[in-house]
Structure formats: structure tokens, C-alpha cells
């Protein structure tokens, strides 16, 4: 898909700037991510990834500089409030309470009550169900307990947890690192499938094959600047490398 | 992610679940048989005697339940032990100056209070609670001892000891009803509302409760603060039984509880438990207390027996559980 001007940008970060006690972690990142769009991160270790989805997650604020949500400028002091922005991040922990129960880990911190002020199962479930036949994570049942669960299945749920929530953007942070061969392809078949669902998708990821199956467009990071945005179809991986390591292609 | 991977998750998973959820009820069935056996001639067997269990049981009930809230969120609290006792003093001596509200009231809130105590230094001060609540189970043990000086403090209001201790309603008596109300809506907050489900995510994964918009601190602190006041009403059961406060009130019930809390199917770490298992669990303790001593066994016989039970117990519990 690509970005047209008629669309605002679902995530639009100007001029973000981030210092820590007088080190420069990021300098001048600008980015915009539009909806049904799925932009990759790759920089090297400490090029300043990590520094950048906690802003956008709002666990850090910027030093200077803008987040806009739909054009809208917004201030995040901490990630419940990026959550009610329609921001959603899958963290390489995967953020899954390992005891409970897959609908329980859907609704974590934001369970459905009725009127009695008691959980509404019934919703919870019916509601895990639907979305993870709709996203085709196959697991055994929305009462399964997370750590029964396949890695591919526990990286399934965390991202239908954050589809269920996002209305806006999805954080992927390295979603296939632990993951098998067979179940990284299932897992980037689900986060394809986000793109139908219109809303913007900021991956992290350390493998170039992933990020050109995915990804639209490539943003490089190195030692917290940004050195460059590419359409994927119109880049290859030597010109990516380059750019992430600073080294001329031989 | 073959169907064949997917329903041998889903066999492992109905197995542990049948295993881990029977245990309990498995060794109090074990046990109940036991006794009825062996002890057949002695009167185990007889309405009075096993009402007697429960009733003797009400106040360790009433604190296994604060502990599987405590337990469950990751957290421990050994203070209980001495709340105990701070409380029924604290009730008694009010109740004597002023009245039956103001020594409920007092006895609750003293509990209370020794449980936001421990909440806070817990949450906000992010102590462990194994040091805080060993710390403030030696603090109050002196507190206890120093409020009345050693002496046991009666409790002749009627309608306390009435209300609390050997009163009957409906023909049910009082410390059954308090047992059955305490586990009925314990149950149902455990298990049924927002905050039941927060404190088991709390104690399952504190950072994926945290950026999931839960408020760890608080959870931490409300159930130090149940645990506190739970103890409390156990303190009021105590002196409503035995018509009268002590120091000693409570002392003996700390390793009761939490072999009880434990057996009854909460994990040590947090995350999952069971307020009905810990009923089971305390009843089970309760009896085996009881049959013990019908079986004439010496104070130190039955102290070595119990532990050694106790310890079988929980290893048998928690292996099912470490899987």
C-alpha cells in the first residue's frame, strides 16, 4: 500500500529529540506512518530502536519535538495513556500473564463487567474467539493457560491482544525473535493481515528477509539518528546494510 | 502448530488441571477416612465433634482467606500471627470503656492498620514482604504483650461474645455463619471481579499487570490491607469464642494457615489460587488437629505429626503444581 496524501498519517513523529542526563540517545527522527501501512525499524544494537517505541509508547517523553496521532499533536506521560490514543505494543516479552487463562491475557487491566460489577466471561470469551479465528491463531481454546502454549501461539496471542485494542498503531517489537521457521511464517501472516484492518504497523525487527516480506517501507537508524526512509519495492538489501552499518555497498 | 501438537497441549493441560484441583480434596477425603476409621470408637465420627472442627477452624478460615488475596498477588504476609491478638486486645479493652460498636470497630481497624502498614512499605517502600511481615509479626507480637501487660483481658458483653463466638442464628451458630459469609464473598471478589483478576495478574507477571494499566502498588497494598483486617476479624472471632483476649491469641496459627493456603491450591509465587481449596485446606489442618489429639497423642507427638503431615502435603501440592 502506499502512503497517499489524501490519508492523514496515523503516526506522525517531527523533529523527536531524546536526551538522557545530556546524552543524545535520538536526534531529529522524523517518521510518519500511515494507516493500513507497515513501516520497519532496523538499526544495529544501540542505535536507538528501543529508546524510540518506548516515545512512541509513551513510557518516555521526548526531549523536544512533536507526536501526532491523525494530526493530531498529543503529549503521552506514561502507556496507558498511548493505549487510549489507539496505541498498542507487542513487547519482545510479550507482556502475557502465564498462569491465566488466553480471554483473561485479551482483557488484561481492561475486563468487561456487567451489571453487578462482576467480569463478564462470556463477552470475554465469545470476543477472544471470534478474533482469534478471525487472525487464524491456532490455539486450543480461549480458556487454554498461556504457558501451555507453543511460542508461536503466545506471540499469536499478544498480537491479537493488541489488534483487539489498537485503533491506531501496532508497536511490533521483534515479534519472530524466539520463534521457530514455521511459526515466524505464521506469525508474519498475521501481522500481514493487520493491514486489512487499516491501521499502521511499526515493526522492530534484526532480520532483513523479514523486513522486505513485510514490510512498505524501511526507516534506518543508526547511533540515534535517522539516516534514511526507503519504499521496500524499490530498495535492496546491500543499500539497507549500507545504510545501517555506515559502510559504501562493495 | 500441527493439530496433533494442538490437542497434546490440550490433553497436558486437562490433566494438570484434574490433578492440581483434586489434591486438596483428595487429602482431606484421605484424611476424613483416617480417622473415621482408627479413631471410630472415640466419637470422631459424632455432629458434635465435626462441628467443633469447624467452628475451631473459623478464624484460621478467615485468615486463609486474606492470605490466597496476598498469596496470589506474590506477596506473603506472616504478621497475621500477631494482628491477631493485637486486634481481640484492642477490641476487648475498647469494648469494656466503650461499648460493643466502637470495640468491633477498633478491632477491625486495628487490623487494618497493621495491614496498610505492611501494604505501604510493601508497594511504596518496595520491601519484600517476607522481611516486612516477619519484621511486623515480631513488632506487634511485643505490641500485644505491652498493651495489657501480659494480662488476658475478659470480654463479658452478650451480645459480642453472642454475635462472634457461641451465638447461633437460625440454629446455625455464629462462627459457622462468618465462615461460610467470609469464603462466599471472598470467592466471589477472588473470583469474579476486576480486582480478584488484577491481584492474580499482579502476582503472575507485575510487569505485564503494570503496562497493562493496572496499578501494582495499589493491588500490593489493598491486600496487605485485606490480610490486615481479615486478621482483625479473626481476632474478634477468637475473643468472641473464648470470652476473653490474650496475648497467645493467634500465635499458633501462622503455619496452619498458610499449610492450609498452600494445600488448598495457591501458589507460593502468586498467580493462581483458590479461596474454596483454602476452606478445604483449613479444614483439613482442623481436622488432623482434632483427630490427633482423640487419638491421645502428646502435645509434642502431635506437633512432630502435624509438621511432618503438613510438610507431605505441601510437597505433594506443589510438585503437582511445578510442572
Known amino acids: ?250 | 502448530m500441527s493439530s496433533a501438537n494442538t490437542s497434546a497441549a490440550g490433553q497436558g493441560l486437562a490433566n494438570r488441571f484434574n490433578l492440581q484441583q483434586y489434591v486438596v480434596y483428595l487429602g482431606f477425603l484421605a484424611i476424613f477416612l483416617f480417622f473415621a476409621v482408627v479413631l471410630r470408637d472415640s466419637g470422631f465420627l459424632t455432629v458434635r465433634n465435626l462441628s467443633n472442627i469447624v467452628l475451631q477452624t473459623a478464624p484460621a478460615t478467615i485468615m486463609a482467606i486474606g492470605l490466597v488475596f496476598v498469596m496470589s498477588a506474590g506477596e506473603i504476609d506472616l504478621s497475621i500471627g500477631s494482628t491477631v491478638a493485637v486486634a481481640a486486645l484492642a477490641a476487648a479493652v475498647t469494648l469494656g470503656q466503650y461499648g460493643l460498636i466502637a470495640g468491633v470497630l477498633t478491632g477491625l481497624g486495628a487490623g487494618l492498620l497493621v495491614g496498610l502498614l505492611n501494604g505501604a512499605l510493601v508497594a511504596y517502600v518496595k520491601l519484600p514482604s517476607f522481611l516486612v511481615t516477619l519484621a511486623t509479626l515480631g513488632l506487634f507480637a511485643g505490641v500485644s504483650r505491652s498493651m495489657t501487660d501480659l494480662r488476658s483481658i475478659p470480654v463479658t458483653d452478650s451480645v459480642f461474645t453472642g454475635f462472634f463466638g457461641s451465638g447461633a442464628f437460625l440454629g446455625i451458630p455464629s462462627l459457622i455463619w462468618w465462615t461460610a459469609i467470609a469464603v462466599a464473598i471472598g470467592h466471589i471478589i477472588y473470583r469474579e471481579t476486576r480486582f480478584g483478576a488484577h491481584v492474580l495478574a499482579t502476582g503472575d507477571n507485575a510487569r505485564a499487570a503494570s503496562v497493562s494499566g493496572i496499578s501494582v502498588p495499589r493491588i500490593r497494598l489493598a491486600v496487605m490491607a485485606i490480610s490486615g483486617c481479615l486478621a482483625g476479624l479473626a481476632g474478634l472471632l477468637y475473643a468472641g469464642r473464648l470470652q476473653a483476649a490474650k496475648y497467645t491469641l493467634g500465635e499458633t496459627d501462622l503455619m496452619t494457615v498458610i499449610a492450609a493456603v498452600i494445600v488448598g491450591g495457591t501458589l507460593l509465587n502468586g498467580g493462581r489460587g483458590s479461596i474454596i481449596g483454602a476452606l478445604v485446606g483449613s479444614l483439613m489442618m482442623g481436622m488432623l488437629n482434632n483427630g490427633l489429639i482423640l487419638m491421645g497423642l502428646s502435645v509434642s507427638d502431635q506437633m512432630i505429626v502435624r509438621g511432618l503431615i503438613i510438610l507431605a502435603a505441601v510437597a505433594v501440592s506443589l510438585r503437582e503444581k511445578s510442572r
Open chain 1, 1 to 250: 500500500m502506499i502512503p497517499s496524501e489524501a490519508n492523514a498519517p496515523v503516526l506522525k513523529l517531527q523533529d523527536i529529540h531524546k536526551t538522557f542526563s545530556g546524552i543524545t540517545a535520538i536526534e531529529n527522527f522524523s517518521l510518519e506512518v500511515y494507516p493500513g501501512e507497515i513501516v520497519a525499524l532496523v538499526g544495529d544494537n544501540g542505535a536507538g530502536k528501543s529508546t524510540l517505541i518506548k516515545i512512541i509508547s509513551g513510557v518516555y517523553s521526548p526531549t523536544s519535538g512533536t507526536i501526532s496521532i491523525e494530526g493530531e499533536t498529543v503529549t503521552m506521560s506514561n502507556a496507558t495513556m498511548a493505549r487510549s490514543h489507539g496505541i498498542e505494543v507487542v513487547y519482545q516479552d510479550l507482556a502475557l500473564a502465564d498462569q491465566q487463562s488466553v480471554y483473561m491475557n485479551m482483557f488484561l487491566g481492561r475486563e468487561p463487567v456487567n451489571g453487578f460489577g462482576l467480569l463478564d466471561r462470556r463477552r470475554m470469551i465469545a470476543e477472544t474467539e471470534s478474533l482469534v479465528k478471525e487472525l487464524d491463531v491456532r490455539i486450543p481454546s480461549a480458556h487454554a493457560t498461556i504457558r501451555d502454549l507453543s511460542g508461536g501461539q503466545r506471540q499469536g496471542v499478544a498480537i491479537a491482544r493488541a489488534t483487539h485494542w489498537a485503533s491506531k498503531l501496532i508497536l511490533l517489537d521483534e515479534p519472530t525473535a524466539a520463534l521457530g521457521v514455521a511459526e515466524t511464517a505464521k506469525v508474519e501472516e498475521i501481522v500481514l493481515s493487520l493491514k486489512r484492518r487499516n491501521i499502521g504497523v511499526l515493526i522492530i525487527s534484526h532480520s532483513l528477509d523479514q523486513v522486505f516480506r513485510l514490510s512498505d517501507r524501511i526507516c534506518v537508524l543508526r547511533r540515534g539518528k535517522q539516516i534514511g526512509v526507503r519504499e521496500t519495492a524499490k530498495t535492496d538489501k546491500n543499500e539497507i546494510i549500507a545504510m545501517i552499518t555506515g559502510l559504501q555497498p562493495v
